[in-house]
Antibody
Framework: EVQLVESGGGLVQPGGSLRLSCAAS????????MSWVRQAPGKGLEWVAN????????YYVDSVKGRFTISKDNAKSSVYLQMNSLRVEDTAVYYC?????????????WGKGTTVTVSS | AIQMTQSPSSLSASVGDRVTITCRAS??????LGWYQQKPGKAPRLLIY???RLQSGIPSRFSGSGSGTDFTLTISSLQPEDFATYYC?????????FGGGTRVESK
């Protein structure tokens, strides 16, 4: 079964750090890009970052550039999101998603999400 | 950055209705657009990619069309399980961005 399981969310103070993990199973992880998408409480979806199959390319939404880092470990079939200098506005459910970026781009497998709360 | 504007933000419909949701890009994005469905407390689900290509396992009552700046998601005959929020996502250039969402509610 193709599956993604996020972990690492929690409560953190403004200015703090958190590292999210997403463990993949059921598919050849190294063949896919991976993405992080977030959803603030009661709000819409926001694309956060993605990373190429081999980790050689990474892209971010402007609001997290310089604070968040996406990384990928193909040997462990895992993708990570290191979040530093967290702000209240980073509070959200964070989803990881398997991403196809060939002729077409799409996110076809999603995890259930992990909740990040930034509050003092 | 490309902005995606969805309309309407919400709509009320009945089972069997034809539903149309629109997404407009702030600049041309060719056919580089997908649609996602999300139910409360659940992860999004891919419906359509490349403007009109139906994801495997998605019922054929869902269809997408458009090009350039204007795109449409159509549900030909709304089913009870289709009450949800729908989002478009462009993948034309970075940063990618979603539309604000359209909530489809029961009339």
């Amino acid at each position: 079964e193709v599956q993604l399981v996020e972990s690492g969310g929690g409560l953190v103070q403004p200015g703090g750090s958190l590292r999210l993990s997403c463990a993949a199973s059921g598919f050849t992880f190294s063949s896919f890009w991976m993405s992080w998408v977030r959803q603030a409480p009661g709000k819409g979806l926001e694309w956060v970052a993605n990373i190429k199959r081999d980790g050689s390319e990474k892209y971010y939404v402007d609001s997290v550039k310089g604070r968040f880092t996406i990384s990928k470990d193909n040997a462990k079939s895992s993708v990570y999101l290191q979040m530093n200098s967290l702000r209240v506005e980073d509070t959200a459910v964070y989803y990881c998603a398997r991403t196809e970026d060939g002729f077409y781009y799409y996110m076809d497998v999603w995890g259930k999400g992990t909740t990040v709360t930034v509050s003092s | 950055a490309i902005q995606m504007t969805q309309s309407p933000s919400s709509l009320s419909a009945s089972v069997g209705d034809r539903v149309t949701i629109t997404c407009r890009a702030s600049q041309g994005i060719r056919n580089e657009l997908g649609w996602y469905q999300q139910k409360p407390g659940k992860a999004p689900r891919l419906l359509i990619y490349g403007t009109s290509r139906l994801q495997s396992g998605i019922p054929s009552r869902f269809s997408g069309s458009g090009s350039g700046t204007d795109f449409t998601l159509t549900i030909s005959s709304l089913q009870p399980e289709d009450f949800a929020t729908y989002y478009c996502l462009h993948d034309h250039s970075y940063p990618l961005s979603f539309g604000g969402g359209t909530r489809v509610e029961s009339k």
